[in-house]
C-alpha cells in the first residue's frame, strides 16, 4: 500500500508564493510519474504540473513560468514551488503518484493525496 500526504497550502495574497510538498511512502514499490493538480468547484481536476522519473516535465499553460515542479527520488518526494500567485490560482491542489509494483505481474497503480487548499486572495 502506497499512502500519499501533502502539505504547504494556505492563504496568499496575489503576487505571493507558496510551496507544495508531498511524501509517498510504503514499500514494494518504484515511482514513475509524479503530478499536482487542482481542482474547483464545479470544474473537473486539471494537471498543473508533472514529472517523470528522469526529470523530464511539463505544465498547464498557465502556470508556466511561475510554478517549477522538483522531486527527490531517493525520499519520494515532490514539491511545487509557486511563485507570482494569482487569484485563478486559488483551488485544492492534489499530489498523484504513479507507482510499479509486482501484483503477480508488474502493474501500474495511481495514488492520491487528500488535497490542500490553496486560496488566492486579490
Known amino acids: 500500500q502506497v499512502r500519499v500526504v501533502e502539505s504547504g497550502g494556505g492563504l496568499v495574497q496575489a503576487g505571493g508564493s507558496l510551496r507544495l510538498s508531498c511524501a509517498a511512502s510504503?514499500?514494494?514499490?518504484?515511482?514513475?510519474?509524479m503530478g499536482w493538480y487542482r481542482q474547483t468547484p464545479g470544474k473537473q481536476r486539471e494537471l498543473v504540473a508533472r514529472?517523470?522519473?528522469?526529470?523530464?516535465?511539463n505544465y498547464v499553460d498557465s502556470v508556466k513560468g511561475r510554478f517549477t515542479i522538483s522531486r527527490d527520488n531517493a525520499e519520494n518526494t515532490v514539491l511545487l514551488q509557486m511563485n507570482s500567485l494569482k487569484p485563478e490560482d486559488t483551488a485544492v491542489y492534489y499530489c498523484?503518484?504513479?507507482?510499479?509494483?509486482?501484483?503477480?505481474?508488474?502493474?501500474?497503480?495511481?495514488?492520491w493525496g487528500q488535497g490542500t487548499q490553496v486560496t488566492v486572495s486579490s
Open positions: 514529472i517523470t522519473s528522469r526529470g523530464r516535465t
Open positions: 510504503g514499500s514494494g514499490f518504484s515511482i514513475t510519474d
Open positions: 498523484k503518484v504513479e507507482v510499479e509494483m509486482v501484483v503477480g505481474v508488474l502493474s501500474t497503480f495511481q495514488y
